[in-house]
């Protein structure tokens, strides 16, 4: 009844059989732990805030934590516990500070990220439940994940890539302390081979390198990271300058900095010079040392 109707949800929360559901997430039976998990799954979205209260009173977040903490827990199960969890962060506050009430919550989620066994969507389900913790006051506890959220960036994964960035982007937004810290976990290399990677795929295609998502997230990140911070630019700058040579490296520094944008032209760069989030398109990018003119339209 609570798949698909509000007014379901709103019965089961009436019932009081929200508490019995997540008493069920504790069943030694997989199948068991993974239904309890879908119900709560398709309660989190619902717009009723009684429904949210009672999921809240349940204790429905700190025990779907509990259940990704669980070497006892299946696959199956932590997949949608952890996408469940995900929506009960983005859907009311009171959840959101029970997933930090919650000791170890945080390396919780960063295990999750960093099992390679785990399927996609549990990853990206683990960077949206800290993406939503950011919203509140939250962000400084969640800074201690930003190794395990770099690690992200070299998936392959387009969607996964661009989530990350995204989470690396409004924690640098937070504070300095925050900035400083995806800096020395090696952020700026990081999120500068986001750019370089993608536009390879595309320079081998043969296509015109244009901005994909993951390069634009990425190229905010960086901005953001090195604006008011002359160290943290040139470092940038220095990742981002494709070999073209000290002088741009000092162009591409100083844009990051005061966070201007212009055309190449009114830099001394060539026309057909560009990169995505610091020069306007349509100009192609110039990458590791070679220029790709569009040619081809890709």
Same mark, same amino acid.
């Given at each position: 009844m609570c798949y698909y109707s509000q007014a379901g949800k709103a019965a089961?929360?009436?019932?009081?059989?929200?508490?019995?559901?997540?008493?069920?997430?504790?069943?030694p039976v997989a199948g068991v732990q993974r239904a309890a998990a879908g119900v709560l799954l398709n309660l989190s979205d619902a717009d009723s805030k009684a429904v949210q209260r009672a999921c809240a009173r349940a204790g429905?977040?700190?025990?779907?934590?509990?259940?990704? @903490?669980? /070497?006892?827990?299946?696959?199956?199960?932590?997949?949608?516990?952890?996408?469940?969890? /995900?929506?009960?962060?983005?859907?009311?506050?009171?959840?959101?500070?029970?997933?930090?009430?919650?000791?170890?919550?945080?390396?919780?989620?960063?295990?999750?990220?960093? @099992?390679?066994?785990?399927?996609?969507?549990?990853?990206?389900?683990?960077?949206?439940?800290?993406?939503?913790?950011?919203? @509140?006051?939250?962000?400084?506890?969640?800074?201690?994940?930003?190794?395990?959220?770099?690690?992200?960036?070299?998936?392959?994964? %387009? @969607?996964?890539?661009?989530? %990350?960035?995204?989470?690396?982007?409004?924690?640098?937004?937070?504070?300095?302390?925050? /900035?400083?810290?995806?800096v020395s976990a090696g952020g700026i290399p990081a999120l500068a081979a986001v750019l370089q990677g993608f536009a390879r795929q595309q320079y081998s295609a043969g296509q015109a390198i244009r901005p994909t998502a993951p390069m634009a997230v990425a190229m905010v990140a960086l901005r953001i990271i090195s604006r008011g911070n002359p160290q943290a630019a040139a470092a940038a700058a220095r990742a981002l300058s494709f070999g073209l040579g000290h002088t741009n490296e000092h162009v591409l520094a100083d844009i990051l900095v005061t966070g201007e944008s212009k055309r190449p032209e009114e830099l001394g760069l060539p026309a057909d010079w560009a990169l995505?989030?610091?020069?306007?398109?349509?100009?192609?990018?110039?990458?590791?040392?070679?220029?790709?003119?569009a040619a081809r339209q890709g």
């Open positions: 089961v929360a009436e019932a009081g059989a929200i508490s019995d559901v997540v008493q069920l997430l504790a069943s429905a977040a700190a025990v779907l934590l509990q259940l990704l @903490d669980s /070497r006892g827990s299946s696959a199956g199960a932590k997949e949608v516990a952890v996408v469940a969890l /995900r929506q009960l962060a983005s859907s009311h506050a009171a959840h959101r500070r029970a997933i930090m009430a919650q000791p170890g919550s945080i390396s919780t989620l960063q295990r999750v990220l960093l @099992d390679a066994a785990a399927p996609l969507v549990t990853a990206e389900a683990a960077l949206g439940v800290l993406r939503h913790l950011t919203f @509140d006051d939250h962000a400084a506890a969640v800074v201690p994940a930003v190794p395990a959220v770099l690690a992200c960036l070299r998936s392959t994964h %387009a @969607d996964l890539v661009t989530q %990350a960035a995204s989470l690396l982007a409004d924690l640098a937004r937070y504070s300095a302390d925050a /900035r400083q810290a995806i995505p989030g610091l020069f306007p398109a349509p100009f192609p990018l110039q990458a590791s040392g070679y220029r790709c003119v």
